[in-house]
């Protein structure tokens, strides 16, 4: 069965430190796409970035970065120099075609 | 665009009441999930559409949960009758039909339901 996990239930940081969320997931399917959202405090779901099982290309866009290695089913989310605005819970997500499986997502506090 | 609407965006009921949760996709996007939110349970996908037809519902709790999509710009979840414990935040989110191409799905405010 497919399955998303994310072992870090909460992270704390202080302003400024580098913070890595952490995601590995579960399948036997060859093709399949991987996410990551975002809830902060206001309570929407933001998409963050799509990667499908074809490309291990790393993707960097502004302070946040994203690795993902086939080989240990991970795809992991750096976000560098963490900023207050950033604390939020953040999900990993996972579409394998016949649905669409969220972990349970990491809360990071960015302390000031 | 206006994203995915979702109506009410909060609902206070009392327990037996009929409760009628309301979304609109995004106009074009052929696929409409809705999914309930809890700190005990998280994410779960309640039930989803393709161009109007039911193709998931195993997520549904019980039966006193249904969904429908009469149309390509409605969906409906109504719980009939409410308990306590489907006190959540409930969201719909919608996605075009081309898996691999913009897949991501997208997701309305959400609707926090209270039942007392």
């Known amino acids: 069965a497919q399955k998303v996990t994310q072992a870090q239930t909460e992270i704390s940081v202080v302003e400024k430190e580098d913070v890595t969320l952490d995601c590995v997931y579960e399948t036997r399917d060859t093709t399949y796409y991987l996410f990551w959202y975002k809830q902060p405090p206001s309570g929407e779901l933001v998409f963050l970035i799509r990667?499908?099982?074809?490309?291990?290309q790393n993707e960097i866009s502004g302070r946040y970065s994203w690795n993902f290695q086939k080989s240990t089913s991970s795809f992991n989310f750096t976000i560098t120099a963490s900023q207050v605005v950033d604390s939020a819970v953040y999900f990993c997500a996972f579409d394998y075609g016949q649905n669409f499986v969220f972990g349970p997502g990491t809360r990071l506090s960015v302390l000031p | 665009d206006a994203g995915v609407i979702q109506s009410p965006r909060h609902e206070v009921t009392e327990m037996g009441q009929e409760v009628t949760l309301r979304c609109k996709p995004i106009s074009g996007h052929d696929y409409l999930f809705w999914y309930r939110q809890t700190m005990m349970r998280g994410l779960e996908l309640l039930i989803y559409?393709?161009?109007?037809?039911?193709?998931?519902d195993s997520g549904m709790p019980e039966d006193r949960f249904s969904a429908k999509m009469p149309n390509a710009s409605f969906s409906t979840l109504k719980i009939q009758p409410s308990e306590p414990r489907d006190s959540a935040v409930y969201f719909c989110?919608?996605?075009?039909?081309?898996?691999?191409?913009?897949?991501?799905?997208?997701f309305g405010p959400g609707t926090r339901l209270t039942v007392l």
């Open positions: 559409f393709n161009n109007n037809v039911p193709i998931d």
């Open positions: 989110a919608s996605r075009t039909k081309t898996p691999g191409i913009d897949n991501e799905q997208f």
């Open positions: 990667r499908n099982s074809f490309d291990e």
